[in-house]
């Protein structure tokens, strides 16, 4: 494949997890008896830049469809994160009545709500018709299109130009990487502020996080690389925070290149020399995560087998695409995992996609009484301990597999 940044050939793979479906294409119980697609799932590091990608297997237009499954409002955690992100930056930008938000990738209104309530104009943009629904049955307008140049030509038309653009685990959901960035700079008014927050490739590396890996994450990012692509279309990152959500995320702040009002902090030099320090920018610091991902693998099904050997049910919580990318690259099926439960009643009465696990509500958790219960999205693993803390009445054990099989 070519680098989706600079469209010269990529040769040096990453990590190979094999072959699979997209990693939220539920399937019905009608679905079951018929073909089922999958798609390579092999990642590549430019020598050049130090992206982490993988090609566009399976097309963004038919992974962000009108039924998409993935709705953020199910999370607590995520709408605490959310409202915490629309109080920080109405404050620290100043915004109010005459200013106005654009959310990319903007979901079901998960945190447009919070900068609505404040009374500050908002404007969405989903490209999944039935999510985009839900965000407009609460009041807040959203246009159904995927973000890019032309969107943002249209949004300048409307008079919608943006004081703050707000993407939130869409960068690396982006196949036309420079069209997206192009567009960050149309929309975005001369003073304006734009934040991104994406899973910091550093933490995939060195904690594991081999199933935050799916086809509709096509880049993976250093700030060293979010920063490159940033520049190379007139957009400078000013500030970087480091977030402790989905395992290890950083949010970048970026303004036009030409806007001496927002002095850089001293916070993106140091990050980005820990980065050089953990060698990064070296092919050599990519070479040998296979291995440490076929550790997990080996570890996880060795679970599941002695607990099948020994009797013992075990569950899984939470149809996260997450678990998908774990539950295929492992080879788990139903045998083995009989079912998850997920609180998304989008969801439910539905199977994973590839291991044809089905998808449950909690009651299953109270009648089945697992003695274990695996937290397929370890990353709100805390919220969801809280949640079934009653399962330890009977015994049950919790346990995630990333980034090494523990039994908490």
């Known amino acids: ?71 953020s409002s199910f999370s607590t955690t995520w709408l605490k994160h959310a409202e915490a992100y629309a109080t920080m930056a109405a404050a620290r930008f100043g915004l109010g009545r005459n200013s106005q938000v654009v959310e990319v990738a903007s979901n079901d209104g998960y945190l447009l709500q919070y900068f609505q309530q404040q009374g500050i104009p908002v404007l969405g943009v989903e490209p999944s018709a039935n999510v985009a629904a839900a965000a407009q049955a609460k009041g807040i307008e959203t246009w159904v299109d995927f973000f890019g140049a ?49 899973p910091h490739l550093l933490q995939l590396v060195e904690h594991n996080q081999f199933d935050t890996i799916y086809h509709e994450h096509f880049s993976y990012f250093s700030l060293h690389s979010a920063a490159l692509v940033l520049r190379r279309h007139g957009l400078e990152v000013f500030d970087v925070d480091e977030l402790p959500t989905h395992g290890g995320s950083l949010r970048v702040y970026a303004r036009h290149m030409e806007d001496t009002t927002k002095p850089t902090s001293p916070q993106v030099a140091s990050l980005l020399a820990k980065e050089n320090a953990r060698d990064l920018c070296s092919l050599d610091y990519y070479r040998g995560f296979q291995g440490k991902v076929n550790k997990v693998k080996d570890a996880f099904l060795r679970f599941l087998l002695e607990r099948k050997a020994a009797g013992e049910k075990v569950a899984a919580y939470g149809a996260a695409a997450k678990g998908n990318t774990l539950l295929n690259y492992c080879g788990v099926r139903p045998d083995l995992l009989p079912f998850v439960v997920d609180a998304s009643p989008h969801k439910q009465g539905k199977f994973l996609p590839g291991s044809h696990i089905p998808v449950v509500d909690e009651s299953f958790i109270r009648s089945e009484r697992p003695a274990f219960i695996v937290i397929l999205p370890w990353n709100i693993q805390d919220e969801i301990i809280r949640q079934l803390s009653y399962a330890r009445d009977w015994g049950a054990r919790f346990v995630v597999a990333i980034p090494q099989l523990t039994i908490l």
Not at 49 to 70: G, N, P, R, S
Not at 161 to 168: F, H, K, R, S, T
Not at 176 to 196: E, R, S
């Open 150 to 198: 032309d969107l943002a030509r249209k949004l300048v038309s409307s008079g919608r130009q943006a004081d703050l653009i707000a993407g939130n685990n869409v960068f690396a959901h982006v196949p036309d990487l420079n069209d997206f960035v192009v567009g960050l700079k149309i929309a975005l008014k001369p003073q304006g502020v734009i934040t991104l927050e994406f």
């Open 1 to 71: 494949m070519n680098c989706r940044f600079d469209n010269r050939p990529l040769t040096e793979v990453f990590v190979d997890l094999g072959f699979s479906p997209p990693s939220n294409a539920f399937l019905t119980r009608e679905q079951l008896e018929g073909p089922e697609v999958y798609y390579p799932l092999k990642l590549y590091v430019s020598e050049r830049t130090f992206l982490v990608q993988i090609a566009e297997y399976k097309k963004a237009a038919d992974i962000f469809t009108h039924d998409y499954a993935y709705f």
